[in-house]
C-alpha cells in the first residue's frame, strides 16, 4: 500500500488498539505520525481520545512498523471528525436540503 503524506488513515496496532491519525512520512521501520487518537467505545458511541496525554501534541511520533498489524485510509466521516478533534474546525459537507 503506497501511503500518502498527510492522509488521514486508521491504524490497528498489535495490542489491539486502533489508532486515527496523520502520516507524515515514514522510513524503513518506522511511521512519522501526528496527533494521534485512540478509538474507544463509550455509551454515546465510538469516540476519539488522545494517545499519549503527556506528549506534547504538537510534535510529531514515531510508530514502529512491528508494531502495526492492519492499516488503512479513514472512512470520510472519521476525517471530518479526527479534524474536529485536533483543530477545532468542523469540516462542512455538501448536502441537499430537502423541503
Known amino acids: ?3 500518502e503524506p498527510n492522509q488521514t488513515y486508521t491504524i490497528k496496532i498489535a495490542n489491539g488498539d486502533e489508532i ?7 522510513d524503513n521501520s518506522t511511521y512519522t505520525i501526528s496527533r494521534p487518537l485512540v478509538v474507544v467505545p463509550s455509551p454515546q458511541g465510538i469516540q476519539m481520545i488522545f494517545g499519549m496525554f503527556t506528549a506534547d501534541p504538537e510534535k510529531s511520533v514515531e510508530l514502529n ?3 502495526v498489524s492492519m492499516i488503512a485510509p479513514s472512512r470520510q466521516e472519521v476525517c471530518d471528525s479526527y479534524t474536529e478533534a485536533t483543530t477545532g474546525i468542523k469540516p462542512v459537507t455538501n448536502k441537499i436540503l430537502m423541503g
Open 1 to 3: 500500500m503506497n501511503i
Open 20 to 26: 486515527v491519525t496523520r502520516i507524515t512520512g515514514e
Open 65 to 67: 512498523k512491528s508494531a
